[in-house]
């Protein structure tokens, strides 16, 4: 376990400790076994999905009753309950793992090695939010709410689909610099609770503003997929809808969101990591490429 410097102290990490910490951790993570490393990556995938799937439900039939700008605040405060899952908990996130490229830049990590574990941890993410999604929808939880949660679901799926390629890249941008931003203060934290503080505002953000996260969208895009082909009759009648209603949402376009917003990610994790690097640690010179696991 990486251990944080002894400062006597309740204060929170200064900032070039944040960035030490944030270096550390990136090694830590490439040398995590291959299996721990894919558990922890299916745990995060669950993790943002049972935050996407909060949303939604609180969110659902709720316009018409709320304004706007308070139906969006509800819902990216409780999606951020994802993130507070995968730090809290302990999982292995993409979009958050892009700050390792912090350790590459110092020459701590090789570019083989960081793309490896940016590969494994995606697949993972996914195969954990697309199985929540696929239970959810067994368990018929797009008739909740009378329908409203299928209906929402959709709707929102249908709206992400539509976003051209630079519209997504841009969105997921913002969205991972957001997420990273909320990683990185996780970094200076001496508490569960600072953590959690740390964590909420920024994710509440960038869900309130309606940005993409690749992960959140392998959820969504797969529990709508499988309500758009799988759903009852009855759920139909529900919400006065048919399936060509949502004629955006197919394989094809959740495919294609996934990989531009992915992109967006990407660029936008990896900019938070090296703006951080470049400021606190490019001095360091500390090129360790074959250093092993903190103890």
Not at 32 to 59: C, K, P, Q, R, Y
Not at 165 to 180: E, F, P
């Amino acid at each position: 376990m990486l251990e944080v410097p002894n400062h006597n102290s309740i204060d929170a990490l200064l900032p070039r400790e944040m960035a030490e910490r944030a270096e550390q951790i990136g090694v830590d993570k490439t040398h995590l076994e291959i299996g721990s490393l894919m558990a922890l990556a299916v745990l995060a995938g669950a993790f943002v999905g049972f935050g996407s799937m909060f949303s939604i439900v609180v969110t659902a039939g709720a316009d018409g009753v709320l304004p706007y700008g308070v139906i969006r605040l509800l819902g990216g405060t409780v999606f951020s309950l994802g993130l507070i899952l995968v730090i809290v908990g302990g999982a292995e996130l993409f979009t958050g793992n892009n700050l390792m490229i912090m350790a590459c830049a110092s020459g701590r990590v090789g570019a083989g090695a960081l793309l490896r574990a940016w590969t494994l941890v995606y697949i993972g993410n996914f195969v954990g939010a697309a199985g929540l999604a696929l239970l959810v929808f067994l368990a018929a939880g797009y008739e909740h709410g009378n329908g409203a949660v299928g209906m929402t679901a959709l709707a929102g799926a249908n709206a992400k689909v539509s976003l051209s390629a630079t519209q997504a890249v841009i969105h997921g941008v913002l969205a991972n610099v957001l997420v990273c931003l909320a990683t990185w203060l996780c970094y200076g934290a001496r508490s569960t609770t600072d953590k959690i503080l740390a964590i909420v505002f920024p994710i509440a953000a960038f869900s309130a503003a309606g940005f993409e996260h690749s992960i959140a969208n392998m959820y969504l895009l797969t529990f709508a997929l499988l309500t758009k082909s799988g759903a009852e009759s009855m759920f139909w009648d529900l919400i006065a809808k048919t399936p060509s209603s949502f004629s955006h949402l197919t394989v094809f376009g959740a495919l294609l969101n996934l990989a531009w917003v992915t992109v967006g990610n990407m660029i936008g994790g990896v900019l938070v990591g090296i703006i951080y690097w470049f400021i606190y640690l490019r001095r360091s010179g500390r090129k360790v490429a074959s250093e092993g696991p903190a103890s």
